[in-house]
């Protein structure tokens, strides 16, 4: 005969208690209720390599825009500030304006 089994093993099944059933301690006497489990405390030796592992990390840089992706940006906001004054200002003045500008916000992204 063979000594395999034809049949599974039983495995143990826990079962959930209902969110509408009464607290297990409730229906339990005092004596059957058990202890809370202990705590273990990490060692101090071992809570700076947790800081350090759970530090977060540095963001990656934003991509750096091209040549021609930073002058298309700079031109559309150059042409906004034309536009808002009706076209009467100096255009070289709003276009030095928007290069600023656009610097300001990329600078505000990479910090």
């Known amino acids: 005969m063979s000594s395999k089994r034809k049949t599974p093993a039983r495995t143990k099944t826990t079962k959930v208690p209902s969110p509408l059933a009464a607290p297990a301690a409730a229906t339990q006497p005092a004596s059957a209720v058990s202890a809370p489990a202990a705590v273990e405390m990490p060692s101090p030796a071992v809570q700076p390599e947790r800081a350090r592992a759970e530090a977060p990390k540095a963001a990656p840089p934003p991509p750096r825009l091209s040549r021609e992706e930073r002058h298309r ?3 559309k906001v150059a042409y ?18 928007a290069e600023r500008e656009v610097d300001a916000r990329f600078e505000r992204l990479a910090s």
């Open 73 to 75: 940006l700079i031109a």
């Open 80 to 97: 906004g500030y034309a536009e808002r004054a009706g076209f009467r200002n100096n255009p070289v003045e709003d276009w030095l304006n």
